[in-house]
């Protein structure tokens, strides 16, 4: 009889049919009996399983949307294993007998929360909440592996987990609850809870009543207790100790079979009979090749449970591990045996264990294995470098035997090849245990610290004769310099048997710059730093060593006290923080929450999964899938389309271009764009057509089968090429006040500057989506986007589909982040979408992929300004002449009034007598630029504080002093002649001095700088005054319709849509004050243009207050209606007022409607209010910089800002801490590269990297100004969704400090140009020095660089 042990992979080859691939979701035990290959886990979860609350936010193992749990039962030893992965990577069919718990499967609003969801949620950690889900996931699977963490495992477990709204502090407080030190009490400490600051939640103290500090109760929260976990499925526990999982399986797909080996003899043979198949263990690789780089694999073979791959043997040289090993597996054992071995057998272990601690994120190192990273042969891995210079050993095996091989620079034959033959597999790798005299190190420099691809990486490896400083060993091995791995032999060799000491520096550096040298156009651009980083890095070996032979008693020269920084590993602190708002007043109404810090009415339900987002809709019974056809050059005209391959493509049902647009082709806010090109592309991205099919797999496919032939013409990529061809759009803005000679004749000196800011991508966790569902009748047609503006969406898909707006209802119910990008971009996808369901008469969905949306829909204008400033003596600024040139791509979508808000921020917090500025907005070939948080607010004051900031280096003072000396006064008037009043500014200035502790701060960073070289601290105070209103005066009003339904349960909408900004749940507050009723008798569905009409966009900041008007206008029209029965039963409930009016046949409904009165700024006359009014801020950040590689930490940051009275402190709070994190990203760490020909080459976040967790400054102080009450807008509140962003740039200029400081080492003083963000790459080629001198640039003009600034 045939068993599955003895039956071979020969056999299951030849079977036409698959085995059956049996798993467990949630206990549900599932048999499928055709998985795909190609199918991740996250589609099946998602589309076959309805499973909806694991998401899908990047697909490359980069954002951590999709993280959920996967559970083993382990033989050798036997022990189950619990590890959190991303979905979106794994391959359903690895997994066989693995039971895989969803955030649905431990908890949910409706049976039980899990302590993970509940206390997310309660801790104000979930905003648009999108993210959440996999943030719950990791939690939850630290818990199931060590129910009692400390924080450093809470902060390394989220390392692969991304998140856009919250700027991470809340998630990390409320998890905070579960560690060792920062468990709560659960109410039974002394005084109460032992996590509330001493007076319970919400309320002030005794010494300042009108200060509260906590936003939520620990008390509140359920316990956790472990011992409640969801068990083990014990079906599967026998399935798997019946050793069925490691049978040999067969899987069939369309264009792929998976062939799971069940032993070392028969992988081999397969790896014989099929070379070029892919061996895929974590498929962090593969997963990547086959979505983005359209690679197809017939053959994939999984070897991840033969037992030769995953054995760890300790020997006499060192330990060998199997090639399957995965990475958090190797560096378990590597901790271990560092632990119980002598430190100095364990160099290359700690060297590796340091190279672990930057790669990736838990969810990759807990699939990825050793074999894929050597295998991969990426010039960019991390582990290669340590492996070769710890001469590791590879055995290699195929049929016939196996062979030796050393790991050196004989190993990698070009890029991405080895010598590995085709017919063999990586067995397995020695890693040696060090030598007695031996040191090693490893660096990893990269953007960010935590998940992030090396910019450069390296190791090193010195070995000396015994007792003595001479080198007997040196390697020095790369990546990034080269298209492999590369070992820097000619330097090492020269340093042979020289003394370690500064000759030997001298020459290695010199000989380094020599031999690590890059062509100007090398891919992957940033020439001269990673020149330079590779003399850094080893000057850093260098001192690292010259200390350690001098600790073992060699006379080599003493490390003096202020180098010795440059060999510190950095080693994140935890991160601690306060928050401090102002109390709810006593005696306010228990049922009144205005004040009060509600959690986000979502909130729960994102901890779950349960929110529904758009893509989450469930399937119609007929609905297809829309892909993009784009177009691949910036500036071309269209010869051909040739769509006879895609048609071929199964599953396609028909593809559409511009003809098959039933209205008008043309779009846009200013209608100067199109559904579909026509005849002429303008920008990589362009949309050009789109295949329809029967799955967004089918449709995906077609789309790239699709050949279109171009005409190239010449694009104009960057403001510079647009300058210099000088193709603006029309108007060239100008707000020009006082008298600009007098002012520069008055001034005692003139400086001229310039400043270029980089643009920023969105990165919305939820990329745009439509799903289009056309009606039986009347044209009709019913959509559900992820809009910030659905009356935009509604109009233009009514123009592209030729019907009256009546007939299209577009409806919101929640978006995964907004920050602007949905505001009229959104559009661009959402009109096609609607064209092709109209054409077809049947649901089409379109989600557009990360890279996709990173391509086609445009992100924050790129900037460059240009000034000549005027001042006194005094450090008084007296003129301002200011240019503004915007990056805004194809189209003008909404640069006009972009450009009109970066000129009216463009004085940001000072008066200035004199002034002009003007906006030229450059027409370029890139996608069309568009809204993100702030609006052009931020360029204009980035411009206005490096100006500040020249005219303080320039006077030799500090620029905090210049700063304070220009600041606004209460009365003063802007450049367009509106009258400030209600200042905060000088308030906000000074508490934030005093929280900060500023003047200590200083001193102690001047003397932290006095006493090292190579890391200087910085500091920087930086206000910000936003102005409140669209500056479009017609959007300035909102619509609410209320209905009160006979049980007193209100249905509240209004035309605000929610995005995560907690809109909702402040216009709940905002009806619950005004009806008197609780919050929980007041619901909000969803946005709808059948609903409230002609809405705004949400935008601006202004949200709050137009629809909070609104809302309060509808309620107060209700409550009239219901007076007369309150009067009459005063003592009566809400239902018995309602019910007496229902009876008495008073309409129980209400439109509310507000425009914010006397607006109107006029360009022409300079006259009119530009505002309704301002929000303001202040915010002290301190940094430290690492001036050999450019890296910073972020230390500490104190904010102030002025929200009026809070309608809700933890929102408000939310949205400070948030767009200031995201400011962060602004100004310090995110970077779209485009080639010179106009191609975004960043497209995901493996390429462009947002904040993550670990960016946080290490001390956070939030205070919301106390009793600072605001005439303007609805119960005295502020906005603030827009306002805290620009307070980031205290970390730009507290940046700048540092590398102020770091330049006068060399004696470069005054003012110096330092763009936008401030990377690490800008830090270190500031920051100028021996080595720098060493890597000088190439000569602009004669080389075609890898990226353009734009
Ligand atoms: C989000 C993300 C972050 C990352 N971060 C980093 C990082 O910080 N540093 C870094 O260096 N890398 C990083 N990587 C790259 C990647 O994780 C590693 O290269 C990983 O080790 C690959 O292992 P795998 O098991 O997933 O490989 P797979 O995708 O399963 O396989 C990769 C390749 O190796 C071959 N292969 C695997 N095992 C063998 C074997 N035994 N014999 C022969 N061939 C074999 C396969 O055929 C395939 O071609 C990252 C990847 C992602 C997606
Ligand atoms: S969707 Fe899987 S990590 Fe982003
Ligand atoms: S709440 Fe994290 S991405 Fe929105």
């Not at 468990?183 to 009543?209: L, W």
């Amino acid at each position: 009889m045939e068993t599955s042990r003895n039956r071979t992979m020969a056999d299951s080859q030849n079977r036409t049919g698959s085995d059956e691939l049996i798993f467990f979701v949630n206990g549900r035990k599932i048999v499928e009996k055709n998985p795909d290959p190609e199918t991740t886990l996250l589609t099946y979860l998602r589309r076959k399983l309805g499973l909806t609350g694991t998401k899908l936010g990047c697909a490359e193992g980069g954002c951590g949307a999709c993280t959920v749990m996967l559970s083993r039962y382990q033989a050798e030893p036997q022990q189950l294993l619990h590890y959190a992965v991303n979905a979106c990577l794994a391959p359903l069919c690895s997994l066989h007998l693995v039971a895989v718990t969803t955030v649905e499967g431990i908890g949910s609003v409706a049976r039980k929360l899990h302590p993970v969801q509940e206390r997310i949620a309660r801790s104000h950690g979930s905003q648009c909440g999108f993210c959440t889900p996999g943030i719950v996931m990791s939690m939850y699977a630290l818990l199931r592996n060590n129910p009692t963490p400390n924080m450093a495992d809470v902060e390394e477990a989220f390392q692969g987990n991304l998140c856009r709204c919250t700027g991470y502090r809340p998630i990390l407080e409320g998890y905070k609850t579960f560690t060792v030190k920062g468990g709560c009490c659960g109410g039974k400490g002394q005084n109460g809870c032992c996590m509330t600051n001493g007076n319970g939640a919400f309320q002030g103290s005794k010494d300042k009543p009108e200060e509260a500090t906590s936003l939520f109760n620990p008390a509140d929260f359920e316990p956790y207790d472990p011992t409640q976990e969801v068990i083990f499925p014990p079906e599967l526990m026998n399935l798997s100790k019946g050793q069925r999982s490691s049978r040999s399986l067969c899987f069939h797909g369309d264009r792929t079979t998976w062939l799971q080996p069940e032993s070392l003899d028969e992988l081999l043979l397969l790896k014989w009979k099929h070379p070029d198949a892919r061996l895929v263990v974590g498929n962090t690789e593969v997963g990547i090749e086959v979505k983005f780089k359209n690679m197809v694999y017939p053959v994939v073979l999984a070897p991840g449970f033969i037992a030769e791959l995953n054995a760890v043997t300790h020997t006499e040289d060192g330990v060998v591990f199997g090639a399957a090993c995965t990475l958090s597996h190797m560096g378990a054992v590597l901790k271990e045996a560092v632990q119980s071995l002598p430190p100095h057998q364990t160099q290359v272990f700690q060297a590796i264990l340091e190279q672990l601690r930057w790669f990736a994120g838990q969810q990759i190192r807990n699939v990825a294995a050793i074999g894929g990273n050597i295998m991969t042969a990426s010039p960019i891995s991390d582990l290669n470098p340590v492996f070769m210079v710890a001469g590791c050993k590879l055995t290699l095996r195929d049929k016939d035997g196996s062979r030796e091989v050393q790991m050196d620079d004989g190993f990698f034959t070009g890029y991405r090849k080895t010598t590995v033959r085709p017919q063999e597999i990586l067995l397995s790798i020695l890693i040696p245990y060090s030598k007695k005299c031996q040191f090693v190190s490893a660096f990893k420099q990269s953007p960010r610290r935590e998940d992030d691809i090396s910019i450069v990486t390296a190791a090193m490896s010195a070995i000396f004769s015994p007792g003595t400083d001479i080198v007997k060993d040196l390697r020095l091995s790369y990546g990034g310099m080269a298209p492999v791995t590369a070992l820097a032999k000619k330097t090492a060799n020269r340093l042979l048997g020289r003394q370690w000491g500064e000759e030997l520096l001298q020459e290695a550096c010199s000989s380094l710059a020599e031999e690590m040298s890059l062509d100007p156009s090398a891919p992957g651009g940033m020439v001269t730093y990673r020149q330079t980083l590779t003399l850094s890095l080893f000057y850093k070996f260098y001192l690292t060593v010259l200390q350690k032979l001098r600790l073992q008693g060699l006379s080599v020269q003493e490390v003096s006290s202020e180098c010795l920084s440059a060999t510190e590993i950095y080693h994140p602190e935890t991160p601690s923080s306060v928050q401090v708002y102002q109390a709810v007043p006593e005696g306010q109404n228990q049922d009144d929450m205005v004040g009060c810090p509600i959690m986000h009415l979502s909130a729960l339900k994102q901890a779950t999964g349960e929110a529904v987002y758009c893509d989450d809709v469930p399937l119609y019974e007929n609905e297809l899938y829309l892909a993009l056809i784009t177009s691949t050059k910036a500036h071309a005209r269209i010869l051909s389309v040739d769509v006879s391959a895609a048609e071929r493509c199964p599953g396609v049902v028909c593809c559409l271009f511009a003809s098959d647009v039933p209205g008008s082709n043309v779009t846009g806010v200013r209608q100067d764009e199109t559904v579909f090109a026509d005849g002429q592309v303008t920008c990589v991205g362009h949309i050009i057509g789109a295949v329809v099919a029967d799955s967004q797999l089918h449709a995906q496919r077609a789309a790239k089968a699709v050949r279109i032939q171009y005409e190239e013409l010449k694009p104009i990529v960057t403001i510079q090429e647009a300058i210099a061809a000088q193709s603006f759009y029309e108007p060239i803005r100008a707000i020009q006040n006082g008298d600009m000679e007098a002012g520069f004749k008055q001034a005692d000196h003139i400086l001229e500057g310039e400043i270029h800011m980089g643009g920023q991508e969105h990165f919305y966790l939820e990329t745009n989506v439509t799903l289009a569902v056309p009606r039986e009748e009347d044209g009709e047609m019913e959509l559900f986007i992820s809009s910030q503006s659905p009356s935009d969406s509604q109009s233009f898909v009514a123009k592209a589909l030729g019907v009256p707006a009546n007939r299209v209802l577009v409806r919101v119910k929640r978006m995964g982040g907004g920050f602007g990008g949905k505001e009229s971009r959104t559009t661009v996808l959402s009109t096609v979408v609607a064209v092709a369901a109209n054409r077809l008469k049947r649901p089409v969905r379109c989600m557009l992929d990360r890279d996709e949306d990173m391509l086609i829909t445009g992100g924050r204008h790129p900037f460059y300004g240009k000034y000549k400033v005027g001042f006194l003596q005094s450090g008084k600024v007296v003129a301002l002449d200011v240019s503004f040139y915007s990056n805004s791509g194809n189209s003008m979508d909404l640069s006009q009034a972009i450009m009109e808000r970066a000129l009216f921020h463009m004085e940001n917090s000072y008066r200035i007598p004199n002034v002009r500025g003007q906006g030229f907005m450059c027409r370029t070939n890139l996608p069309s630029n568009t809204a993100f948080r702030g609006f052009g607010g931020p360029q204009g004051m980035m411009v206005a504080e490096n100006w500040i900031t020249d005219v303080a280096h320039s006077l030799g003072r500090s620029p905090e002093e210049v700063r304070r000396l220009n600041l606004y006064l209460e009365g003063e008037s802007t450049p367009y002649n509106q009258i400030l009043h209600g200042l905060t500014l000088d308030r906000c200035w000074d508490e934030c001095l005093s929280r900060s502790e500023y003047e200590q701060r200083r001193a102690a960073a001047d003397l932290f700088n006095r006493q090292n070289r190579w890391t200087k601290q910085g500091l920087a105070i930086v206000p910000t005054k936003f102005g409140i209103s669209f500056t479009a005066t017609f959007l300035n009003q909102a619509g609410a319709l209320v209905h009160i339904y006979r049980d007193g349960s209100v249905l509240l909408t209004h035309g605000g849509t929610e995005m995560g900004q907690g809109l909702h749940t402040k216009m709940v507050q905002v009806a619950s004050r005004v009806l008197g009723i609780p919050c929980s008798k007041v619901f909000i569905s969803e946005t709808s243009t059948n609903t409230v009409a002609n809405t705004s966009p949400t935008a601006a900041s202004a949200s709050t207050d137009l629809n909070g008007a609104a809302v309060q206008n509808a309620c107060e029209t209700l409550l009239k209606r219901l007076e007369p029965f309150k009067t009459k039963n005063p003592k009566g409930s809400w239902e018995d007022w309602v019910n007496a009016a229902y009876f008495d046949r008073v309409d129980l409904s209400a439109n509310g409607f507000y425009k914010t009165p006397d607006l109107g700024y006029d360009f022409d006359t300079n006259s009119g209010r530009a505002f309704n009014y301002y929000s303001y801020g202040v915010a002290c950040s301190e940094v430290e910089i690492d001036c050999l590689t450019g890296a910073h930490k972020n230390l500490r940051t104190t904010i102030v800002m002025d929200v009026g009275h809070s309608l809700n402190p933890a929102i408000d709070i939310g949205q400070v801490e948030g767009g200031f994190m995201q400011g962060l990203g602004l100004f310090t760490l995110e970077e779209l590269h485009y080639s010179p020909q106009g191609v975004l080459l960043t497209r995901g976040p493996g390429s462009y990297k947002i904040p993550a967790f670990g960016d946080i400054p290490t001390q956070l102080t939030v205070s919301l100004l106390r009793d600072s009450p605001n005439e303007k807008a609805i119960f005295a509140s502020k906005a603030v969704g827009e306002p805290p962003l620009f307070l980031a740039a205290s970390v730009f200029y507290a940046i700048k400090d540092a590398v102020r400081a770091a330049r006068a080492e060399s004696q470069m003083m005054g003012p110096f140009r330092l763009d936008s963000p401030a990377s690490a790459e800008r830090i270190r080629n500031a920051c100028c020095d021996q080595f720098t001198k060493l890597c000088p640039p190439a000569e602009p003009g004669t080389f075609t660089p890898w990226s353009v600034r734009v």
